[in-house]
């Protein structure tokens, strides 16, 4: 096994190196005109689908080797599980070698699927986008191939080994650490790999928008969609961590700020930067060298995050072991990300300039910039803090660990005033925005949202107010947290502007749905549910934006409960039946325990409370517990909780204290609720955005086909080459060309739904 599979890995690395070579060749003799252009660039893609499928094969190898239970490898021995499929699949990205694998497979996916949609035509462009994917690749595959500690197919000393390829001695009690057995965190880290693999695509297309000197929109119309789908699986990922941490770490909260936590954000956030720039470039030619550099940097924060989980630097619960080869490698990426947008830049600088004036603070050209630059800022400011205890003390921060308070002290502002900007921008005009016509479009939401604020000043007065008193008065280390995030007038004040930013950006998107559905309609008889179904149908990218505003507005409204105004009740009660913990405004009952033997032989531990208001009304019951494994006799806390419409009552059992009594920890987390639809929402948006739009394309092909299959000649002022075989294939001016005039859901002035433009190809 351990042969074969390294055998495939060499392989996949020369299938990389040899498709680079071809596609390089063959952009360098398609400006000659050569007549080999064609297979030279024919071989570079199939090369590219060679590498794809030698990896698939080693991907296959390992799974084998999970699902036979064949320790023969070590990474197999160290990451197996005996608590389901799942958890046996989980396997392959459950380390450090693993998930390196799978990685270079998801990018050899992501390439493969280019190259198959590109190589009817061969264009320049997309060559040299395969060609940048498939270095990235070449980076991958050759660390598991030329590093032992990052080579998933190793063979395991025989000494571990019984005669029957059973482990024995230490080995007996390897496996997959018990806390990783959810199944949120069985799928949390293959969809963040989804979405670092697939960024590695607008990435390759600015670059190769460089290389070629295409300043044309293609190379943002080629990547659009798999840009929103790793943007996405990002978001998906982080949700589900928040998710797992929540439930199974047993502290009761989903976000603490770890640097591998805030690895996996950086990415995110500066990916909201380059689909709105890309959107802008898109739609009104502008923000050029903006979204080529955004694309780089997405690029590198994911290189960035990665690094900071493997490469040792600092200390984190989730990290991997660090290793010289892997800093290496990850840091070299990063410079190359970063370099390879600057550089190309400088010498491209007159070839992507744009009309990026602002003529007004208050358009949409300002939100569009100002969104780019507190997502950037954010994410390096957030960078910094998560690897000061590595950097020289002379340096601010330097060689301290950043608590979660200083990270809360700037994200909390930061975040409200990038909401703020998400409520106003979709009422701005471009250019320049008139008064008297903002006026008139805000006027109504803004009235409901004086409606929708009051419900929510309601449930700050009545519920999060007073958590906040009683936490200050019981003068405990909860109190220390909430005076460190700053005086009782700015931290109040601040949760009431982010309900009132809040409650701005709901109304607002509702509102637009509905006067978009009525400027849709052609009578005044129509229905207006046809109309709004036909804003659906029509403009799926900008009814996705607006499901995923919806989101977070939502999400803002959790996070300032859930986070800002948290209950903690820490107690120890007798092990005698009618004991009771007071919490709130909570009263929980203990009814007595039960344990169990679960099939792969843990032992479950579980506390039974029944849950009451003041006023005696039954709301439930709690089951927390502990998980004991029988290999290595660790345990897991197995959170309890009771979901009520506004809040979550959380508990967790530490186990039996020196006196014998039952120690349990409760939580009232105001509001979490929120962040869990808020989260839905902000799923389904892109989700409307990729695949509705999939469906509008021509014949269901994809947008970047599109251009071809409709006779749509390349960009007049850098045409491309094509090799005499395609040349001669050619259609001559199949169509008219495309106008400049564009259908449009409603007009820009009624505010409701942006020209539809670019985002929508005629039917066939």
């Known amino acids: 096994m351990a042969l074969f599979g390294q055998t495939l890995l060499i392989f996949a690395l020369a299938a990389t190196i040899a498709s680079i070579v071809l596609l390089w060749l063959g952009h360098v ?68 070698q693993g ?53 998933p197919f190793l063979p395991i000393d025989p000494a571990y080994l019984g005669e029957n390829g059973e482990l024995i001695g230490p080995a007996v009690a390897w496996g997959m650490n018990t806390l990783l057995e959810h199944w949120a965190m069985a799928i949390h880290p293959p969809t963040l790999f989804v979405g670092y693999a697939g960024l590695t695509i607008p990435f390759a297309y600015a670059v190769a928008a460089l290389i070629v000197d295409d300043p044309s929109k293609r190379w943002v119309e080629f990547s659009t969609r798999i840009t929103v789908l790793s943007w996405l699986m990002l978001g998906v990922g982080i949700g589900l961590g928040a998710v797992w941490a929540y439930v199974v ?78 800093f290496m490698l990850f840091l070299g990426l990063i410079l190359a990300s970063v370099l390879a947008g600057v550089l190309g830049l400088v010498v491209r600088w007159k070839s992507f300039a744009s009309n990026d004036e602002i003529v007004s603070l208050v358009s949409k050209d300002a939100a569009y910039y100002f969104n780019n630059a507190i997502m950037i800022i954010a994410a390096v400011a957030i960078t910094y803090m998560t690897v000061s205890s590595a950097l020289p003390e002379w340096l601010w921060f330097g060689g301290q660990k950043i608590g979660a308070s200083t990270y809360n002290a700037l994200a909390r502002p930061l975040g409200i005033l990038y909401c703020l900007i998400l409520a106003a921008c979709p009422l701005l005009g471009w250019g320049k925005t008139q008064g008297r016509e903002f006026l008139r479009k805000i006027r109504i939401p803004a009235l409901i949202a004086v409606v929708l604020f009051a419900a929510l000043l309601w449930i700050f007065t009545q519920d999060l107010l007073p958590i906040y ?9 909860a109190a220390e947290d909430l005076a460190a995030g700053g005086s009782a007038w700015y931290y109040n004040g601040l949760a009431l502007v982010a309900f009132i930013v809040a409650a701005l950006i709901v109304c607002n998107t509702v509102f637009m749905f509905i006067r978009g559905a009525n400027a849709r309609k052609t009578n005044k008889h129509e229905n207006f549910f046809v109309a709004l179904l036909n804003i659906f149908r029509k403009a799926p990218v900008q009814v996705g934006g607006y499901i995923s505003h919806l989101g977070i507005a939502i999400i803002l409204v959790g996070l300032v409960g859930s986070s800002m105004y948290v209950s903690e009740t820490a107690v120890s ?34 506390l039974h409370f029944s849950v009451t208001t003041t006023g005696e009304r039954y709301l439930g019951t ?50 979490i609720s929120f962040v869990w639809v808020g989260f839905g929402l902000l799923i389904v948006g892109p989700l409307v955005s ?41 259609p001559a001016a199949a169509v008219p060309a495309k106008t ?11 505010g409701e739904i942006e020209p539809l433009s670019e985002d929508i190809k005629p039917d066939a």
């Open 29 to 96: 003799l398609q400006k000659r005109q050569h007549p080999r252009v064609a297979v030279l660039l024919n071989s570079g893609y199939i090369l590219t689908m060679a590498t794809t499928l030698l990896l698939t094969l080693a991907v296959a190898l390992l799974f084998f080797c999970f699902f036979s239970d064949n320790n023969s490898l070590e990474y197999v021995a160290h990451n197996q599980s005996d608590s389901g499929w799942l958890f046996m699949v989980a396997g392959l990205w459950g380390g450090r």
């Open 99 to 151: 998930s390196l694998l799978f990685w270079a497979w998801l990018i050899s996916l992501f390439t493969t699927w280019i190259a198959y949609k590109r190589i009817t035509f061969l264009d320049d462009l997309s060559s040299m986008a395969i060609m940048v994917s498939q270095l990235v690749q070449a980076a991958f595959v050759g660390v598991l191939v030329f590093s032992a500690a990052n080579n």
């Open 249 to 326: 770490l047993g502290w009761g909260g989903y976000w603490a700020w770890d640097p591998v936590e805030n690895a996996s954000l950086l990415p995110w956030l500066v990916g909201v930067a380059l689909l709105h720039t890309s959107t802008v470039y898109r739609k009104r030619g502008a923000f050029k060298r903006w979204a080529v550099m955004c694309a780089c940097l997405t690029f590198g924060f994911v290189i960035l995050g990665t690094f900071i989980e493997r490469s040792g630097i600092v200390e984190s619960v989730h990290a991997f072991e660090g290793d010289p080869v892997s």
């Open 469 to 477: 008193n009683a936490t200050l008065a019981a003068g405990t280390a």
């Open 573 to 606: 009660i007798d092990d005698e039946k009618g004991s009771t913990i007071q919490a709130e405004r909570y009263t929980l009952t203990y009814e007595g325990n039960s344990s169990e033997t679960l099939q792969n032989g843990n032992g479950v531990i579980s």
């Open 622 to 671: 709690i089951n927390p517990g502990i998980e004991i494994v029988q290999k290595t006799q660790q345990q897991k806390a197995i959170a309890g909780t009771l979901g009520l419409p506004t809040r979550d009552i959380f508990v967790v059992f530490n186990g039996v204290d020196t006196d014998g009594k039952l120690s349990v920890d409760v939580k009232v987390n105001p509001l």
């Open 690 to 730: 990729t695949f509705a739009k999939r469906r509008l394309s021509i014949n269901e092909d994809d947008e970047d086909t599109a251009a071809e299959k409709l006779g749509e000649a390349a960009p007049a002022e850098k045409p491309e080459a094509a090799p005499a075989e395609k040349l001669e294939a050619a």
């Open 740 to 750: 400049e005039a564009a259908p449009a859901v409603a007009t820009e002035d009624a």
